[in-house]
């Protein structure tokens, strides 16, 4: 079993992209609900060769003994979806909880590539604008000024388009040097930050907050109202999330709050206290008492909040290409005009 799970593992091609992941997560939701069992379902699926060594690796090591989250984790599933699988565990609802993440992560392989879709174009056109803008910096406009110094004074237009074209491109490249930074401190100090180390650093940056907080509460609902389906109590049900063994911002939300229930706290006046998730989510713990309809509210909430967050990213997304387009035609004009008007004004003077 050892020698079969290294030969996988060392097999990179292997590793299926994250559009199959969710296709084969569908299928498999399908036929479970159709009353195979796991096993008979991941034979049945690996009949589609992209998914053949995935499957056979997912029954051997179940039938092993291991759990499927676990798994899939090891086989570089998308962490989404290994979260959904763990929680679907402790409350044993493993074919919806399967449904829930293909959802969620096709809904964010969806807006993404219509932003890919709306993006394309206006990168395309900015970056020849660009271009274009930089030989008329460096060619047009000296040319146009040792024209007008040789029969008048300069033209002030010409004067102010030329310092903004200039500004313009050491702008771009302050710009592309701190752009450059952010990247590198992505890549390798954010990932050797601690959880708590992250959530300080979240809290000092002030776009990113509203962000986080909506994803959060996303989570933190979508997962909780799952875990009370299970009939757990509150404390349980956070237990539960604080033991899952992957750092997350949820994992140490739920692990603050319940350290203040351990300290006397109610579940309300610790939500209130650090101000960790949405306030309408803080409003459905304060407003009910009673567990099924906290669960009930927590289901819907997630769906609302979820469709919340899809139509402001899609309106982002349908206001990046006009803004860009507006853009691109403002410095159009005023180039023009700012060589068409210093030669009307030089020809009158001829």
């Not at 493993?94 to 890919?116: D, P």
């Not at 919340?308 to 691109?328: G, S």
Request: proline share 2%.
């Amino acid at each position: 079993m050892a020698i079969q799970q290294s030969t996988y593992m060392g097999h990179k091609k292997n590793k299926l992209r994250i559009n199959q992941q969710v296709m084969l997560l569908e299928k498999l939701a399908e036929l479970l609900d159709q009353g195979y069992p796991i096993i008979d379902a991941l034979s049945i699926i690996k009949v589609n060769q992209r998914w053949q060594a995935v499957s056979d690796y997912l029954a051997e090591q179940l039938q092993a003994g291991r759990r499927f989250d676990s798994i899939l984790e090891e086989l570089h599933f998308d962490q989404q979806i290994v979260t959904f699988i763990y929680f679907a565990l402790q409350h044993g609802n493993l074919t919806e909880a399967i449904r829930q993440s293909v959802q969620f992560i096709n809904q964010q392989i969806k807006l993404m590539s219509q932003f890919k879709q709306v993006i394309r174009y206006p990168l395309f056109l900015l970056s020849f604008f660009l271009v274009m803008l930089f030989c008329i910096n460096l060619y047009v406009y000296p040319a146009f000024m040792d024209l007008y110094s040789s029969h008048s004074q300069p033209s002030n237009l010409l004067l102010i388009a030329t310092q903004i074209v200039d500004m313009i491109f050491f702008i771009l490249y302050y710009l592309g040097i701190f752009s450059l930074c952010i990247v590198i401190i992505s890549l390798f100090m954010i990932r050797k930050l601690n959880i708590k180390q992250k959530v300080t650093l979240i809290h000092l940056l002030r776009f990113p907050r509203p962000i986080i907080r909506k994803y959060c509460s996303l989570m933190f609902a979508t997962h909780f109202s799952s875990l009370l389906d299970a009939n757990l109590s509150f404390k349980s049900c956070l237990t539960l999330i604080v033991e899952h063994k992957k750092e997350t911002f949820i994992n140490f939300y739920c692990r603050a709050i319940l350290s203040d229930l351990n300290s006397g706290l109610s579940f309300e006046q610790s939500l209130n206290k650090h101000a960790f998730f949405d306030r309408q989510l803080n409003d459905l713990f304060s407003s009910k008492t009673n567990q099924l309809l906290i669960k009930r509210d927590l289901s819907t909430y997630a769906m609302l909040l979820s469709e919340q967050i899809k139509a402001r990213t899609l309106k982002v997304i349908k206001c990046v290409q006009p803004t860009i387009f507006i853009i691109i035609a403002i410095s159009v004009i005023f180039i023009y005009l700012s060589i068409l008007l210093p030669m009307l004004q030089l020809i009158q003077t001829i």
